[in-house]
Structure formats: C-alpha cells, structure tokens
C-alpha cells in the first residue's frame, strides 16, 4: 500500500502511548459508556475496542481519535509536540497554499478483501454501537464520508453526515440545509432520478478532518487530503454507482437515494451537547453494495457535550480559516484566533488584536462573527488585546471583567446563520437563524495610555527566567 491508512494512524498513535485497548466491551451500551467517560476530559488516549461480543475477534471499533493535540498533528504529519497556536498557523499556511493531489485510479485494495452484493448485503456484520443510551439506533457513519457526484459538473464531494444503520442493506443519511451533500441530491431529485451515493467508514484521519470541515464548493477533499499526505489518495469506484473511495479504506459501501425516499432517523447526541433535532425522516440509502477489510476497524467521532471528538480537532481549523478571513477583509494586526472546545468549536471564539485606532476591536469582531468560517452557529465573538492569551480562558475571561463596559462594549445581533442542532436556534425548518453577543473585551482605545498597569512579570522577564532556570519550571511554561 502506497498510501497511509488508518491502521498506520493507529500503529504512530501506539507508539506515542496515546492508545488504549479494551476486551470485551458490547455495542448497545458499553461501547458508548466508555467513549462518553473518555471524552470528559481533553486529552485522554484514543480508545480501540475488541473481542466484541457477538461480533468475529478482529473487528473492531476505534473513537474517542482526536481529542488530543498531539493526535490531531499525527493526522496532519506535524511533531506531536505542535501545540495549538501552531497547528492553528499551520492549517493558516494549508489554505493559504491549498496544496491537493488529483485522486489515482486503481485496479485494487484491502478494502476489496470481502465484497457482498444484493442480498448478501448486511452492514450489520460491522459492529456498531449505540453511542448514546438516548440514541435512536446504532450509527455506523459518525467519523465518515458520504460520496456524491454532482450530475452537473461532475464534482465528486466527500462531506461528514451521520449515517444510522437501519436493516442489513438500509441506512439513513441526515444533511443540514446548505450542506454541500443535500445541494448535490436535490440536483438529482429534481430531475426524477435516484442519487448515487457511498459511504466510507474508516479512513486516514486527515480525511476525516477535511469532510468535516468547509472545503469550497467544487473542490474534492480526496484532492487536498492528497496535500496533506504528500501523495495522490489511491481510489478504486464503487461498482454499482463508481463513486470513488480509498483503496485502503476499512469499510464502505454504495446505494442510492430515491425522491421522496425516507426513514425515521434519530436521534443522535449531536456535538452541542444536546439531542436538539430529534428525531425525523430523513433520506434513505438503499445499499446495493457491501465492501470492508479483514479485521475490519469502524471509526467512530462522536458528538456529545463538548469536548467532543465533533469539536476539538476543529477549533484549530476553524480558528485559522476565521484568521486568514480577518486579514482577507482588512483586519491590521491580528495577533491570535480561538474557538474555544467548551462552545463547541462554533459557538464561542476569541480574536486577539493589537488595536491601531478607535473602532478597531469592534471592527474586528463584526467581521469574525459574519465571515463564512466564523457565521455558522455562532454566538458569541470575543476580542482582546495582544497581550491576551486567546487559548487561555482564565486570561479571556479577565480581560473581559476588567476590560469591557457593558454600556458600549457589547452588542447583541439577530438573524445569525444557525442550524437545527443549536438549541437555542428560531425561525423555521429551512431557515433556522441564532442571536449573538459581540463582546469587545480590549481596553478602550481613548485609555490606552493612562489604562492601569498589568501585574504580570513582562515578557522579556519570562524569557530571562527560562533561559536561567527551565528545569524548576513548570512543563510546557
């Protein structure tokens, strides 16, 4: 195999101790019990599930993959010892160059080891937990990739859905209004047809990372997962509906979607920490299709009450993609953007600037709120001065006691983009929009001169003390 896969992912992960294996553990609830402790707290290995009863020993199940910083830079190639602010500068420099590699066709792949047609289809042979006791059934696709082509330009999208299991040979997908996936199915609806789609379970998770987060329309995140790997994605296409997936990806299989086609879905715990869509008919995939490795690994990223494996990964992201969209407008001296995991990686960021003039810091937090990568179930948009850690929430939530007047530093602005998952969300089915609170948290921009003085040890203080005494320090300082 040319390409790297998952199991390589697992076998640097192993090594750098941040995978735990457990024996034994059942779908319905367990798997999930553990999963749902493990993501309490950031940072807590990635969790390998085997011997699963009911199931062949060797299939297994993976989650809990990156909620941890080191993790999330074994994906994207980088030391494990990056830390947040530069992996955020790092998916900044990825943008900005977009570097991507044409996808290459092959004859063959792992993922060709077992293959099942018509009835011999049963996606019940992967072992698929419940992730949530509230859920409405097991879902096979929360770490996924759906496949659609669009019959008009002939653009292959891969983009992050859940997907439930519900008989052997049917599965739902559920796809938010304005996600690239349902813009693609309604194309083929409109027309009559049925939509060809797959769905790939168990991938490197660089791919996993891109098809959760806002490729441009018309760009293929197979193409710039290749960026990412340094070599072109092999792919071999489905045989029912040649939608291309891994060669060496761990599980997928292919349907289609007909009009008016659809199941009861969910619920699902979704990464707002609440079950706030519920439960509704969604549209149905008629599975044609069955292919999966030996020793099949099902990957699972699994919304819940942040931090969440839905969240963490993206904060970085989301954060660089808001900073480069800052700077694109005109926003002088940027010093630092974060999304914090506790908002989901959406609901909460913070822009650290070195304010130039009156107006600055409300400038800068008008066009946060409202740039594409910052508008999605936004709700509150946070600015502080340079001298402000944006990761650090202690420092943020200072700056915002000491440094905001509420009489003229906060704003509240209705009609936001928002989504059926926020809970707090208004207006209707297709046209769901939040409030969000604008807080600028700098110190005036009339006092900067006469503004008390901070009582921390300077920077230049810092680094004589490193310099001299690292070792009594404190780790990471």
Same mark, same amino acid.
Request: one cysteine or more; hydrophobic letters at 35%.
């Given at each position: 195999?040319?390409?790297?896969?998952?199991?390589?992912? &697992?076998?640097?992960?192993?090594?750098?101790?941040?995978?735990?294996?457990i024996k034994g553990a059942e779908t319905k609830e367990e798997i999930g019990g553990f999963v749902d402790i493990y993501m309490r707290k950031m940072g807590q290995p990635a969790v390998m599930f085997d011997e699963i009863p009911g199931y062949p020993k060797g299939h297994r199940v993976v989650a809990n993959i990156l909620t941890s910083v080191p993790r999330i830079n074994l994906a994207l190639g980088l030391p494990p010892e990056t830390s947040e602010m530069?992996?955020?500068?790092?998916?900044?420099?990825?943008?900005?160059?977009?570097?991507?590699?044409?996808?290459?066709?092959?004859?063959?792949?792992?993922? %060709?080891?077992?293959?099942?047609?018509?009835?011999? $289809?049963?996606?019940? /042979?992967?072992?698929?937990?419940?992730?949530?006791?509230?859920? #409405?059934?097991?879902?096979?696709?929360?770490?996924?990739?759906v496949v659609m082509k669009d019959p008009d330009s002939g653009? $292959?999208?891969?983009?992050?859905?859940?997907?439930?299991?519900?008989?052997?040979? $049917?599965?739902?997908?559920?796809?938010?209004? #304005?996600?690239?996936?349902l813009v693609i199915m309604r194309k083929y609806h409109e027309r009559?047809?049925?939509?060809?789609?797959?769905? *790939?379970?168990?991938?490197?998770?660089?791919?996993?990372? %891109?098809?959760?987060i806002e490729i441009p329309y018309g760009k293929n995140e197979l193409e710039a997962a290749g960026g990412i790997l340094g070599e072109?994605?092999?792919?071999?296409?489905?045989?029912?509906?040649? %939608?291309?997936?891994?060669?060496?990806?761990?599980?997928?299989?292919?349907?289609?979607?007909?009009?008016?086609? /659809? &199941?009861?879905? #969910?619920?699902?715990?979704?990464?707002?920490?609440?079950?706030?869509?519920?439960?509704?008919?969604?549209?149905?995939?008629? &599975?044609e299709t069955l292919m999966y490795r030996d020793n099949p690994i099902l990957m699972g990223a699994i919304p819940a009450v942040p931090p969440n494996d839905n969240t963490f990964y993206f904060g970085a992201y989301r954060a660089g993609a808001i900073w480069n969209q800052l700077e694109a407008a005109g926003i002088p001296e940027v010093k630092g953007v974060w999304t914090h995991q506790a908002g989901g990686s959406r609901f909460m960021m913070v822009v650290s600037i070195k304010t130039l003039y009156g107006g600055h810091s409300k400038q800068a937090a008008m066009?946060?709120?409202?740039?594409?990568?910052?508008?999605?179930?936004?709700?509150?948009?946070?600015?502080?001065?340079?001298? *402000?850690?944006?990761?650090?929430?202690?420092?943020?939530?200072?700056?915002?006691?000491?440094?905001?007047?509420?009489?003229?530093?906060?704003? &509240?602005i209705d009609g936001g983009w928002s989504s059926a998952l926020d809970p707090m969300c208004y207006d209707t089915q297709d046209d769901r929009?939040?409030?969000?609170?604008?807080?600028?948290?700098?110190?005036?921009?009339?006092?900067k001169k006469t503004f008390p003085k901070v009582a921390r040890s300077s920077r230049a203080l810092d680094d004589r003390m490193r310099a001299k005494w690292a070792k009594d320090l404190p780790k990471g300082f």
């Open positions: 195999m040319a390409n790297k896969d998952l199991r390589d992912w &697992i076998a640097s992960v192993e090594k750098t101790g941040e995978l735990k294996v530069e992996l955020t500068q790092w998916w900044r420099r990825y943008f900005k160059d977009a570097p991507s590699h044409p996808t290459k066709a092959v004859n063959g792949g792992p993922l %060709l080891d077992n293959v099942l047609e018509g009835p011999n $289809v049963n996606i019940q /042979k992967i072992p698929t937990p419940v992730w949530h006791e509230l859920d #409405g059934g097991p879902f096979i696709g929360t770490a996924c990739l653009w $292959v999208n891969y983009g992050t859905y859940r997907v439930q299991s519900h008989e052997p040979n $049917v599965a739902s997908v559920m796809m938010s209004p #304005g996600k690239h996936g009559g047809q049925k939509c060809p789609v797959a769905v *790939i379970a168990g991938m490197h998770p660089s791919m996993v990372m %891109l098809g959760g072109p994605v092999e792919v071999i296409n489905m045989p029912k509906t040649g %939608l291309p997936v891994p060669a060496n990806c761990e599980i997928a299989f292919e349907g289609f979607i007909g009009p008016d086609d /659809k &199941i009861k879905e #969910g619920p699902l715990g979704e990464w707002t920490g609440y079950y706030a869509s519920g439960s509704d008919l969604e549209p149905a995939i008629r &599975i066009v946060a709120a409202h740039c594409h990568a910052g508008a999605y179930n936004n709700r509150w948009t946070i600015v502080v001065d340079d001298d *402000i850690d944006p990761t650090n929430f202690d420092d943020v939530v200072w700056a915002m006691c000491t440094r905001c007047d509420p009489r003229d530093q906060v704003d &509240i929009r939040n409030s969000r609170v604008i807080i600028d948290a700098c110190i005036p921009f009339r006092r």
